[in-house]
């Protein structure tokens, strides 16, 4: 079975650091874009970013960019989601996702997700 | 960014009913247009991708049309596990961007 593990709930202060996980089991984790999309409460969903996990290579949505950062570890099969410095804003329901493409279909799209990791920042 | 625009942005429907779910970006994106179901406290859920394809496993009273800016999502003979807000998608052009959401609620 196709599955991407997050890692659990946190709960930070403004300013600290914090990195979520999104563990890939089921496929080859190297050929198939992640992608990360925010849901802040009681909102819809955004689209953060995607990385490639083959070389690392990256895309920032510009709402995002210079914010987070985007890594993996082909030998964990995980991607990770990093914060240098959170911010109250930063509270939300994080996503990971996996890109799926067709040289028939017009993609990617998103199969499957993660189950979530909710991020709580408050001082 | 283009931007995608859902209506209506909530409904409310009884079991058994036929409902549809506009989805228009705001320029033209061929048929790269994905929909996505979303249940309170569950992992997203994709049920159509490039415009009309359904998913592997989608119960086949979701249908799903479109090209161009405009698209829709048809539900035929709504169920009780089909409550839930609805995602359109579009992955043409980077940053891919989400409708706001239409959440289907039981009459």
């Known amino acids: 079975e196709v599955q991407l593990v997050q890692s659990g709930a946190e709960v930070k202060k403004p300013g600290e650091f914090l990195r979520i996980s999104c563990k890939g089991s089921?496929?080859?984790?190297?050929?198939?874009?992640i992608s990360w999309v925010r849901q802040m409460p009681g909102k819809g969903l955004e689209w953060m970013g995607n990385i490639d996990p083959s070389d690392s290579y990256t895309n920032y949505s510009p709402s995002f960019q210079g914010h987070v950062s985007f890594s993996v570890d082909k030998s964990l099969s995980t991607a990770y989601l990093q914060w240098g410095g959170l911010k109250a804003s930063d509270t939300a329901i994080y996503y990971c996702?996996?890109?799926?493409?067709?040289?028939?279909?017009?993609?990617?799209?998103?199969?499957?997700w993660g189950q979530g990791t909710l991020v709580t920042v408050s001082s | 960014d283009i931007q995608m625009t859902q209506s209506p942005s909530s409904l409310s429907a009884s079991v058994g009913d036929r409902v549809t779910i506009t989805c228009r970006a705001s320029?033209?994106?061929?048929?790269?247009l994905n929909w996505y179901q979303h249940k309170p406290g569950e992992a997203p859920k994709v049920l159509v991708y490039s415009a009309s394809s359904l998913q592997s496993g989608v119960p086949t009273r979701f249908s799903a049309s479109g090209s161009g800016t405009d698209f829709s999502l048809t539900i035929s003979g709504l169920q009780p596990e089909d409550f839930a807000i609805y995602y359109c998608?579009?992955?043409?052009?980077?940053?891919?961007?989400f409708g706001q959401g239409t959440k289907v609620e039981i009459k």
């Open positions: 089921g496929y080859r984790f190297t050929s198939h874009w």
């Open positions: 998608q579009q992955s043409y052009k980077t940053p891919q961007t």
């Open positions: 320029q033209s994106i061929s048929t790269y």
């Open positions: 996702a996996r890109g799926i493409t067709s040289m028939y279909s017009s993609g990617p799209w998103f199969d499957p």
